[in-house]
């Protein structure tokens, strides 16, 4: 392993080690879900107890003196298991396509226009035009639902925003010029053959309206928003507080292969774990919590900004604020498999490493 590589490695373990030191259990408000809640809830979630830790959040380059630590304090939280995956957010692009179908044809059960769902769709009516491919730009003529058509309204820190909720599926294409990746654009998020993979090309906005959807759909007294930048750490530096995405008796792959890599730690080929892109969720075994590819796999949203931890004031409007995205992706480095690194992107962006987990919270009277 170059000398250089092995200097990096030491200086991150040592300051992580430090930091573990720092940890307390004890001193956060601490609550769990009643068991009857749990029962209600249709996804697997992992309890993440409370506690105060050192975070270290880096905002600089690739090195260990880019590192700046603070204390922080996380109340106890639930987390889902996996990455959101494609089977799970195409059952909300579906849910948005069939509402506003519903809505054109005058599917209503009263006067309040609540929509009955048991009715059927005639997706031929002449009505339902609206939400199609305008007839010039049609292929051979088919009638077939225009994505930006599917419109979501979300509550975005506070103001009411309309989003299209559909996944670009052209950052495939777009993401890496001459990969002939046509077959993933086409078929990576609609295909059931990778249901159980997580979803890519969403934005920060796309990401909190599925979380709000999934809120009125659970119909029970919680909310579930995403995770923000402490909550995400707590998760991920696990039960004994393991800070290094490499350490521990056994090591996992984090879609790396042999860690640290034969490669001398710092690359890696994109296939050395079987994939070579993303892979199904849960392909490797659990990490902490029973959480899996917190490491890896997909880099994953918060809902903190940039401005949030470095404590600078905001003139830019929020739109144009930069999230705080954790965990590293598939074509990361290890460098970014660590908790306390950071990666920046506005809310808007999009890509084919980038993905999210939820949080699942008690609403407050």
């Not at 408000?29 to 809830?41: A, F, G, P, R």
Request: hydrophobic share 35%; with cysteine; proline share 3%.
């Amino acid at each position: 392993m170059p000398k250089y590589t092995t200097t990096l490695f030491m200086a991150l373990i040592s300051i992580y080690s430090f930091a573990q030191k720092s940890v307390r259990k004890d001193t956060v408000e601490e609550w769990k879900l009643e068991k009857s809640v749990l029962k209600k809830l249709p996804f697997d979630l992992s309890y993440i107890p409370a506690k105060s830790f050192t975070s270290l959040v880096r905002t600089g380059n690739d090195s260990a003196s880019s590192y700046r630590s603070r204390i922080v304090s996380v109340r106890s939280f639930y987390i889902s298991q996996t990455e959101v995956t494609n089977k799970e957010y195409r059952d909300f692009v579906h849910y948005v396509r069939d509402s506003i179908a519903h809505t054109l044809l005058l599917n209503f059960k009263s006067e309040n226009k609540e929509i009955d769902w048991k009715k059927n769709i005639n997706w031929n009516d002449d009505r339902l035009d609206a939400m199609m491919i305008p007839a010039e730009e049609r292929i051979l003529g088919r009638k077939e639902i225009d994505p930006v058509k599917l419109n979501f309204e979300i509550s975005y820190f506070g103001q009411k925003e309309i989003i299209t909720v559909c996944p670009d599926t052209l950052r495939w294409l777009s993401d890496f010029s001459y990969s002939y990746n046509e077959l993933l654009a086409k078929r990576y998020f609609s295909h059931s053959g990778y249901n159980n993979y997580p979803v890519v090309g969403v934005s920060l906005k796309q990401a909190m309206a599925f979380c709000q959807w999934k809120t009125k759909q659970v119909n029970a007294n919680v909310i579930v928003r995403l995770p923000t930048n402490a909550e995400w750490e707590s998760a991920a530096i696990g039960e004994k507080d393991t800070a290094v995405a490499f350490a521990g008796k056994k090591p996992y792959k984090c879609n790396f292969g042999t860690i640290p890599s034969t490669a001398g730690g710092i690359g890696k080929a994109y296939d050395d774990d079987g994939f070579f892109y993303t892979g199904p969720v849960k392909s490797f075994s659990s990490e902490s919590y029973g959480l899996f590819d917190m490491k890896g796999n997909v880099a994953e949203w918060t809902s903190t900004a940039l401005d949030e931890i470095q404590n600078v004031e905001v003139k830019a409007e929020k739109q144009k604020r930069l999230f705080i995205v954790k965990g590293g992706g598939w074509n990361s480095t290890i460098y970014y498999l660590q908790p306390g690194a950071c990666q920046f992107y506005n809310a808007e962006a999009a890509n084919t490493w980038t993905g999210f987990r939820y949080v699942v919270e008690v609403k407050k009277n």
